[in-house]
C-alpha cells in the first residue's frame, strides 16, 4: 500500500539557527492511527507544521497521496485538517461562522448541513451561536477540531489534543478518533500520555532532540511490556555464567551481585522454578529475589535517555 | 482559483465590519462632520472661494480622501494584522490558498468598506454644502482606484508589523500629513513657491487634485497626470506585495 504521507530526509533549522528537525524520515499508512511521543522541544509540532505548510522546511522532501506540498499544495492541503496545539481563535466570532470560515478557506462549497452534523457530534450544537470568548477550554478545543473536521479531511493532525482536558472529554476524543479512523481518516496525534497511544494508536513514533528514534507497531511494542525480569541478590558475586545455566539466557549485572532472567509472562511455562533448581544445583546462593516488569513508559523514559 | 476561499475571507471581514460598525463607519463619518464644522464654516466665512467653488464645497474631495486613504490602509493592515496576533494565521497558512487568493479577500472586503464609507461621507456632505459632480463615472474611478490602492498598501503594512506600534506608525506619521498638506483644504496655487515644488513629491496631492477635478473640473495639475501618478502607486504596491509573498517575508517561519 502506498504512503499517504511520505517525509524524505526533511531537516528543519529555524531562523534562530536551532535545528528542530533533524533527518526526518517517516511512512505514514492510510487510515492509520500514528502517535508521536516526545518530551517538549523535541520537534512533534515542527513536524506536523512543516506537513501541513506552516512551516518551511529546510530540505528534505513530503508528499501526500503522493502530491509534493510545496508544488502542488493545493491538491496537499484540501486533505488536511489540522488541530493545533494552542487554542488560538477569533474572540468575537459564533461558532458557527467562525467553523462555516474554515470550510470556505479550504475551497469547500458551502454546506449547513454537513457542519450541523459535525457541530452534533461535537455536542457543539446548542452552542453555535456562542462567541469563541464565551467558550471554556474544553468547548474550544472542540471547535478547533471541527473547524479542522469542516472541509472532510483524509488526514487528520491533532497536536496535543487532550492536554488540559478532563476525563470524559477525552474518552469522548478516543471515541472520534476511533470512528474517524473507522470512516477511513489518517490520524497523526502528538500526546505526552502513554496511556493515551497505548489506547488509540496503531503505530507509534518517538521524537528526541529533532531525531525520530523509533517507530514502531504499538502491538510489538506492548509485547515487550509482556516481558518480565526476575532479579537474584546473590550471595557471592560471580564472573562467568556456569555453563548448566546457559540455556536461560542470564545477564549478570552489578558487579557480578546480581542475576538477571528476563521471561514471558504469558507463556506458560515462565521457566522460574527450573531456574531455581538449577541454581541450587550449582550451589548459587542467594540473598533476595524480586521482579521488574518493564511498561511502555518505561520504554519510553529509557529511549529518551538513551539517546542523550 | 480558490474561489470559496475568497469568498470566505471577504464574507469573514464584511462581517467584522458589522460587529465593529462604530468604528469602522460612524466615527470617519463624525469626524468629516467636524471638520465641515470647524474648516468649513469657520474658516469658509473668511475665504469664501476657491477657484469659483465655494470653499465648504472644495474641501469635500479632500475631506473624503483623507477618510478613504486611512480607512483603507487601517481596515486592510488590520485585517491581516489581527490573525497574526492572535495566531489564527495558521489556518490561513495551511489552508490550500495562494497569497494572491488571500490578498483578493482582505484587500477586496478593505476597498468594498471604505468606498462604502466615502459613499456616506459623500451623502452626509450633501447636509452640508451644495454639490455637484460633474464626472460621475471618473469620480468613482478615482474612488475605487484609491480605495484598492491603499488598501493594498495597508495589507502591506498588516503583513510588515510585528506589533501594534508598527501597525500605526505609518498612517499617523506618513499619511495624515500627506493628505493635509496634498491640499486637501486649499489650492496648492495658495502657497508660497517653495511650498509648492515640495507639494509636487506627494503622491498624494496629485490624487485629490484628480478627484476634485471629477466634481468641480477645477485642479491643480492635469487629469492625465494624476492618472499616472495614480497607476504608478498601485503598480509599486503590486510590486511590492508579489516581492513580499516571494520571499516569504515575515508570514512564515
Ligand atoms: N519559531 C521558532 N524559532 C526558533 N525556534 C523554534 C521556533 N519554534 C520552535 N522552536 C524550537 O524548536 C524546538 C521544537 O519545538 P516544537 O514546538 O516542535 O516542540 P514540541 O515537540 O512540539 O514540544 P511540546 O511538547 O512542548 O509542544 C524547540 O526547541 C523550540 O524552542
Ligand atoms: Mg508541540
Known sequence: ?308 | MNRYAVAAIYKFEMARTKRTIFQSIISPVISTSLYFVVFGSAIGSRITEIDGVSYGAFIVPGLIMLSLLTQSISNASFGIYFPKFTGTIYELLSAPVSSFEVLLGYVGAAATKSIILALIILATAHFFVPLEIAHPFWMLFFLVMTAITFSLFGFIIGIWADNFEKLQVIPLIVITPLVFLGGTFYSVSMLPPFWQTVTQFNPVFYLISGFRWSFYEVADVSLVTSFFVMSGFLAFCLLAVTWIFKSGYQIKR
Not at chain 1, 496535543?160 to 469522548?172: I, S
Not at chain 1, 507509534?204 to 532532540?209: E, R, S, W
Not at chain 1, 538477571?260 to 507463556?267: A, E, G, Q, R, V
Request: charged fraction near 25%; glycine fraction near 6%; include cysteine.
Open chain 1, 1 to 308: 500500500m502506498h504512503p499517504i504521507i511520505q517525509i524524505t530526509d526533511v531537516n528543519k533549522v529555524y531562523a534562530s539557527g536551532f535545528k528542530a528537525l533533524d533527518n526526518i524520515n517517516l511512512a505514514i499508512k492510510p487510515a492509520e492511527v500514528f502517535a508521536l511521543l516526545g518530551p517538549n522541544g523535541a520537534g512533534k509540532t515542527t513536524l506536523i507544521s512543516a506537513i501541513c505548510g506552516i512551516v518551511n522546511a529546510t530540505s528534505g522532501q513530503i508528499t501526500v497521496a503522493g502530491k509534493d506540498i510545496v508544488y502542488d499544495y493545493r491538491h496537499t492541503r484540501r486533505l488536511i485538517g489540522l488541530v493545533p496545539q494552542e487554542l488560538t481563535t477569533d474572540a468575537f466570532e459564533t461558532v458557527w461562522t467562525t467553523v462555516s470560515f474554515s470550510r470556505g478557506l479550504f475551497g469547500k462549497k458551502p454546506n449547513p448541513a454537513f457542519i450541523e452534523k459535525t457541530l452534533r457530534s461535537l455536542s457543539l450544537w446548542d452552542k453555535k451561536d456562542s462567541k469563541m470568548i464565551e467558550l471554556s477550554g474544553g468547548m474550544k478545543r472542540r471547535v478547533m477540531i471541527a473547524k479542522a473536521l469542516s472541509h472532510e479531511p483524509a488526514i487528520l493532525f491533532l497536536d496535543e489534543p487532550t492536554a488540559g482536558v478532563d476525563v470524559e472529554l477525552r474518552k469522548d476524543m478516543w471515541e472520534l478518533v476511533r470512528q474517524l479512523r473507522n470512516d477511513g481518516v489518517t490520524i497523526i496525534l502528538t500526546t505526552h500520555y502513554i496511556e493515551e497511544a497505548e489506547e488509540i494508536a496503531d503505530r507509534i513514533g518517538v521524537i528526541k532532540n529533532g531525531q525520530l528514534i523509533l517507530v514502531e507497531d504499538k502491538v510489538a511494542l506492548m509485547n515487550q511490556l509482556g516481558k518480565k525480569q526476575l532479579i537474584l541478590d546473590l550471595k557471592d558475586p560471580l564472573t562467568d555464567i556456569p555453563s548448566d545455566l546457559a540455556d536461560f539466557n542470564l545477564q549478570i549485572q552489578n558487579e557480578g551481585m546480581q542475576l538477571i532472567y528476563s521471561y514471558d509472562t504469558t507463556k506458560e511455562h515462565t521457566g522460574i522454578s527450573a531456574l531455581l533448581q538449577h541454581l541450587s544445583a550449582a550451589s548459587i546462593g542467594f540473598k533476595d529475589i524480586k521482579t521488574d516488569q518493564s511498561s511502555l513508559e518505561d520504554i519510553f523514559v529509557s529511549l529518551v535517555k538513551e539517546s542523550t
